[in-house]
T-cell receptor
């Protein structure tokens, strides 16, 4: 059961370009996290957003939580080769047994 | 560096066997969640433990079971292994409900 859809699935861009990754669901989440994962390693937490409409900035990364807490976006400004990796969003629900739901992932490759 | 460790790093088992994977978190983390990540996919939630009791479960059969110990370590047990169980198994620990810090994972191969 995939309740969180990410788009695009794959993205290959030149260094210096901007990009946006989307995370969409029909479910409401108490909070949403964004992770980056390198091959053979566990995901690394980038940010947690909790309030509908919340915007958080982490250097060149901007995260937004939708007003209805069903969707989120990650925007990267002036991408660098070090941004290459698998980006995952994950929604957390306090009700029901499915506590954490991960998105399908966006594989980003930034070319020099 | 999250302070979350997992062992073993890699494991090869035969179909029908049983396996135990281990996770150790830093002091103070009272939640631990386990995930299965197949190649090219996002992690799938198996279950979460809070203060040594199961606190939520994903769509996994009962042959997936777990334990959380008072010393902040945890185990994931899988019985009657199937070929489809081959995946990266991740544990994640934290101090509040939604904050999770992942370990490096255990790569399980079932032949």
């Amino acid at each position: 059961t995939q309740l969180l859809e990410q788009s695009p699935q794959f993205l290959s861009i030149q260094e210096g370009e901007n990009l946006t990754v989307y995370c969409n669901s029909s479910s409401v989440f108490s909070s949403l996290q964004w992770y980056r994962q390198e091959p053979g390693e566990g995901p690394v937490l980038l940010v947690t957003v909790v309030t509908g409409g919340e915007v958080k900035k982490l250097k060149r990364l901007t995260f937004q939580f939708g007003d209805a807490r069903k969707d989120s976006s990650l925007h990267i400004t002036a991408a660098q080769t070090g941004d290459t990796g698998l980006y995952l969003c994950a929604g957390y629900r306090t009700s029901g047994t499915y506590k954490y739901i991960f998105g399908t992932g966006t594989r980003l490759k930034v070319l020099a | 560096e999250t302070g979350v460790t997992q062992s073993p790093t890699h494991l090869i088992k035969t179909r029908g066997q049983q396996v135990t994977l281990r996770c150790s978190s830093q002091s103070g983390h009272n939640t631990v969640s386990w995930y299965q990540q197949a190649l090219g996919q996002g992690p799938q939630f198996i279950f979460q433990y809070y203060r040594e009791e199961e606190n939520g479960r994903g769509n996994f059969p009962p042959r997936f079971s777990g334990l959380q110990f008072p010393n902040y370590s945890s185990e994931l047990n899988v019985n009657a292994l199937e070929l489809d169980d081959s995946a990266l198994y991740l544990c994640a620990t934290g101090t509040v409900s939604y904050e999770q810090y992942f370990g490096p994972g255990t790569r399980l191969t079932v032949t």
